[in-house]
């Protein structure tokens, strides 16, 4: 059975603070891993990632692949009170139909 | 933005009634999905679609079917809803080819009482 796991499943921390939000997985044919922003409603898309070692960015949002370690860091620099939300990690998990496995989440609280 | 709709977005109703979540997009995507997502549980995969009367399970597809009879809508029936499937159910596509991406409609809250 396929599994992500997230960590930590919830954070405070104050404007103006790094985060580092983690993101591990086992699965049977990696594909890719993709990072959602959820706040009051629906998973918005941040980042798809396929390869290690590339980092992709947005803003003050970053992240990176490691392939043979199996896991996915989301970093955020500068926190802002608009990044508190639930970060959500995906895995696709690949075979002839796409689906997305999803991790539990990170809540994040960033407080001014 | 994906055009999708889910209807209702709220519903209260008792134990043992069917209930049916509808799910309707204005484009021509092919891969529609339904999850659910709970308080420490995150987003769970029930069923999925990936054409017209092409439907599979998802890991927690127990007490749930689905339909597809028109690339448009895809529909979540519980036949017989229970309390444990009081949950926020969201709808997604899959809009993006090359990056993979699903979008998600605004969810639809079901209490079963």
């Known amino acids: 059975e396929d599994k992500v796991v997230q960590s930590p499943l919830s954070l405070v921390v104050h404007e103006g603070d790094t985060v580092t939000l983690n993101c591990s997985y086992e699965?049977?044919?990696?594909?890719?891993l993709l990072w959602y922003k959820q706040e009051k409603k629906a998973p918005t898309f941040l980042f798809m990632l396929?390869?290690?070692?590339i980092e992709k960015k947005s803003g003050r949002l970053s992240s990176i692949l490691d392939k043979k370690e199996l896991f996915s860091i989301l970093n955020i620099t500068a926190t802002q009170t608009g990044d508190s939300a639930i970060y959500l990690c995906?895995?696709?998990?690949?075979?002839?139909?796409?689906?997305?496995?999803f991790g539990k989440g990170t809540l994040l609280t960033v407080n001014p | 933005d994906a055009g999708i709709t889910q209807s209702p977005r709220h519903k209260v109703t008792e134990t043992g009634t069917p209930v049916t979540l509808r799910c309707h997009q204005t484009?021509?995507?092919?891969?529609m999905y339904w999850y659910r997502q709970d308080p420490g549980h995150g987003l769970r995969l029930i069923h999925y679609?990936?054409?017209?009367?092409?439907?599979d399970k998802g890991e927690v597809s127990d007490g749930y079917s689905v339909s597809r009879s028109k690339t448009e809508d895809f529909l979540l029936t519980l036949e017989s809803a229970t309390s444990s499937q009081t949950s926020v159910y969201f709808c997604?596509?899959?809009?993006?080819?090359?990056?993979?991406?699903?979008?998600f409609g605004e969810g639809s809250r079901l209490t079963v009482l």
């Open positions: 997604a596509l899959r809009t993006g080819r090359d990056t993979g991406e699903l979008f």
């Open positions: 699965v049977t044919n990696f594909r890719s």
């Open positions: 484009e021509n995507h092919r891969y």
């Open positions: 396929t390869s290690s070692g």
């Open positions: 995906a895995v696709n998990s690949g075979g002839s139909n796409y689906k997305l496995t």
């Open positions: 679609s990936y054409g017209v009367k092409d439907t």
